[in-house]
């Protein structure tokens, strides 16, 4: 099974930060990872698919990299409304999610 | 627009079964895999199941194979997810999930609906 191990759990951020955030394959899974966001008590939004292919509708503030092992989603001039917990997931082989990343308001 | 609204779920005790439903409007429902993913309270995103188009093909992951049937009918543009044998492990909130067209990803999912395995 392919582990995505994402970091850091969680972040303290402003309004207007540059923020990264990354999810590590256990094995290469090309370019088969998305990204999600989920704020609270809503079901998941998919951001990004392909590694780096924003989805219809997402802001460009929302850029995905990465391919084999190593995935990153950034999020560049952070607003408020993009306080949430986002989630890389792998479908190389079946399907595995990370375990999340939370950012927070310093 | 594209609407997935699960229902059926519960309390219901260890050992026993359930099956939660899914109702699909806003597309062809016929024209996509389909999935179900889940969350357990205050934890992360789980994928459960995944059936193809005409429901010959059905995934699931170790934690469920056996126990679990993912089945579809595209008459009724419906999606279920057949649950036996239930453990208290499986609590969880369940969402229906539609698959991109871009990817085997997931680009609609619906509110979800809690499942609570307990005596």
């Known amino acids: 099974n392919t582990v995505m191990t994402q970091s850091p759990t969680s972040m303290f951020i402003s309004v207007g930060d540059r923020v990264t955030m990354n999810c590590k394959a256990s094995?290469?899974?090309?370019?088969?990872v998305d990204w999600y966001q989920q704020k609270t008590g809503q079901s998941p939004k998919l951001l990004i698919y392909?590694?780096?292919n924003r989805y219809t509708g997402v802001p460009d503030r929302f850029t995905g990299s990465g391919s084999g092992t190593d995935f990153t989603l950034t999020i560049s001039n952070m607003q408020a409304e993009d306080l949430a917990v986002y989630y890389c997931?792998?479908?190389?082989?079946?399907?595995?999610f990370g375990a999340g990343t939370k950012l927070e308001l310093k | 627009e594209v609407q997935l609204v699960e229902s059926g779920g519960g309390l219901v005790q260890p050992g026993r079964s359930l099956k939660l439903s899914c109702a699909a409007s806003?597309?062809?429902?016929?024209?996509?895999?389909m999935a179900w993913v889940r969350q357990a309270p205050k934890k992360g995103l789980e994928w459960v199941a995944t059936?193809?188009?005409?429901?010959?093909?059905?995934y699931y992951p170790d934690s469920v194979k056996g126990r679990f049937t993912i089945s579809r009918d595209n008459a009724k543009s419906s999606l279920y997810l057949q649950m036996n044998s239930l453990k208290s492990e499986d609590t969880a909130t369940y969402y229906c999930?539609?698959?991109?067209?871009?990817?085997?990803?997931?680009?609609?999912w619906g509110q979800g609906v809690m499942v609570t395995v307990s005596s």
């Open positions: 999930a539609r698959q991109s067209y871009y990817s085997r990803g997931f680009d609609y």
């Open positions: 806003g597309f062809t429902f016929s024209n996509y895999y």
């Open positions: 059936i193809s188009t005409s429901g010959s093909r059905t």
């Open positions: 094995q290469n899974v090309g370019t088969n």
């Open positions: 392909g590694a780096s």
């Open positions: 997931l792998q479908y190389n082989y079946k399907y595995t």
